[in-house]
């Protein structure tokens, strides 16, 4: 019998991160630096959470973090994690998590040229069900001059270099993309304990037939949300209505929209009329990841979820993301409210 077909040439992170550095001739090599050690963070977070169960991690820590969640263990573990794998690179000046209240300023390492945002463990009130759950990152990198503080932050989308998220579910999947760039999704090896390019370009749908919103808030939609949702629910032309999918969990959800395609929906409405997503570290990253891959990301306002700035560091917005078809359609559905 002949030999199994093995593939010998395996796209590691690590090698992936090396030849995107050779394709820029002016890179030091502090980005390379800064991946590998959000690389060592997502090894990190994922065998804790793996071991959740069996060592009792789950369960509440007894405190809340800066925004008022309930604090799970883990919550605290991958914060944890994550300050140190971005401090120990020396690469990152300014840090902000959903679990710090402030921006952490890395005193340390005052050249480093580098902030990055994060929400280590997003999901989290899920972990105890066995939910994917997962880490969500934005990185920006300093304007000339600057000396580090959180307003280096506090700027549209655009102006992150990279973004991008890594989902703990039967493996871990890190879905990573650079600015104008490709997304590029790698599967954790825990063999190897190497990130392997499993999904070159991902390019998600132009169209699909699925819409993920908590419809629980339907009481507080706003008209023009109400009235989109149910042209999906019961098709003018008696057409066959869309699948509902909701998990609860941004990146399982997302995952599955960039995958499948389709639309997630965190609408602003009168119960949280900001929205509850949080732009920095939830709305901006995932935005750009499915721009790149072809998709749309606008705000409760329509606006471009790429260009809106938030003025605080935990600032939330409304959110459409997925198939630029399914996005089009929200905004001609807004189109008749617009004032
Ligand atoms: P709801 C999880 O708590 C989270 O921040 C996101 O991961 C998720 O998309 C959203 O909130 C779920 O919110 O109100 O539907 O439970």
Redesign the pocket.
Known sequence: VGAEKINTNIVTLTRFLTEEQAKHKEATGDFTLLCHALQFAFKSISYYIRRATLINLTGLAGETNATG?DQKKLDVIGNDLFISAMKSCARVRVLVSEEEEEAIIFDEHPQARYAVAC?PI?????LDAGVS??TIFSIFKLPEGAIGTKEDLLKPGTEMVASGFTMYGASAQLVITMKGGEVNGFTLDNSFGEFILSHPNMRIPKTRAIYS??E??SMYWEEPVKEYINSLKYPADGGKPYSAR?????????YRTLLYGGI?A?PADKK?PKG???ILY?CAPMAMVFENAGGLAVDSRMRRMLEVVPEHIHDRSGIFLGSEGEVQKVIEAHKKYAK
């Open positions: 969640d929400d997003d999901g989290s009130s899920n759950v997962g919103v908590n629980g808030n909701y998990i609860g969990s941004m990146v399982a959800d997302a997630f965190y949280s509850k997503l949080r939830e």
